[in-house]
T-cell receptor
Framework: GAVVSQHPSRVICKSGTSVKIECRSLDFQATTMFWYRQFPKQSLMLMAT?????????EQGVEKDKFLINHASLTLSTLTVTSAHPEDSSFYIC??????????FGQGTRLTVV | GENVEQHPSTLSVQEGDSAVIKCTYS??????FPWYKQELGKRPQLIID?????GEKKDQRIAVTLNKTAKHFSLHITETQPEDSAVYFC??????????FGTGTRLQVFP
């Protein structure tokens, strides 16, 4: 099946700094990628839809200035958590879909802000 | 927008028994319903999916049923094994639109 690679898998950063997470589709082109956030023992909450070559579409309640999304190519989308705070600590995971078929998820990134 | 509800939140069964997880969705235009299995700290993996033109789909010990009229779909796992223990998520979407996930069911299979 298709492979989506997410990097880094774990990151610890200091409060106030920014962290960039990369999501790559390794063997297919993804015009659309999705970013989710998952708290412990909770579901995947969609944060935003990343569209190649255009602005991301954010879900209600997600701060677009805090969670910057860039989808500059058909195989790469990045999520930057700006001015991170402890409450931003979470498991962030991306996915990409082969048009009309299943979504393939990255490995996820566990962010800890200290 | 779409809203997906999932029940139960936790489910404990004895090895060999069956497990059933149910989901309901709100948007009648949704036409794609996948089920994902997520083990602790790992990415969700698709285990089975169904489209709105089909009422039932089976893959070995796993089956999914869809009732479009009632807007609900269910996951059935037969002859459960300890390795089936994980969190299961249902989801719904319209074509290539975003997936909306249910709240998840933590399944524990006791030997």
């Amino acid at each position: 099946g298709a492979v989506v690679s997410q990097h880094p898998s774990r990151v610890i950063c200091k409060s106030g700094t920014s962290v960039k997470i990369e999501c790559r589709s390794l063997d297919f082109q993804a015009t659309t990628m999705f970013w989710y956030r998952q708290f412990p023992k909770q579901s995947l909450m969609l944060m935003a839809t990343s569209n190649e070559g255009s602005k991301a579409t954010y879900e209600q309640g997600v701060e677009k200035d805090k969670f910057l999304i860039n989808h500059a190519s058909l195989t790469l989308s990045t999520l930057t958590v700006t001015s991170a705070h402890p409450e931003d600590s979470s498991f962030y995971i991306c996915s990409a879909e082969l048009s009309g078929t299943e979504a393939f998820f990255g490995q996820g990134t566990r962010l800890t802000v200290v | 927008g779409e809203n997906v509800e999932q029940h139960p939140s936790t489910l404990s069964v004895q090895e060999g028994d069956s497990a059933v997880i149910k989901c309901t969705y709100s948007d009648s235009a949704s036409n794609y319903f996948p089920w994902y299995k997520q083990e602790l700290g790992k990415r969700p993996q698709l285990i089975i999916d169904i489209r709105s033109n089909v009422g039932e789909k089976k893959d070995q010990r796993i089956a999914v049923t869809l009732n479009k009229t009632a807007k609900h779909f269910s996951l059935h796992i037969t002859e459960t094994q300890p390795e089936d223990s994980a969190v299961y998520f249902c989801a719904a979407s319209k074509g290539t639109d975003k997936l909306i996930f249910g709240t998840g069911t933590r399944l524990q299979v006791f030997p």
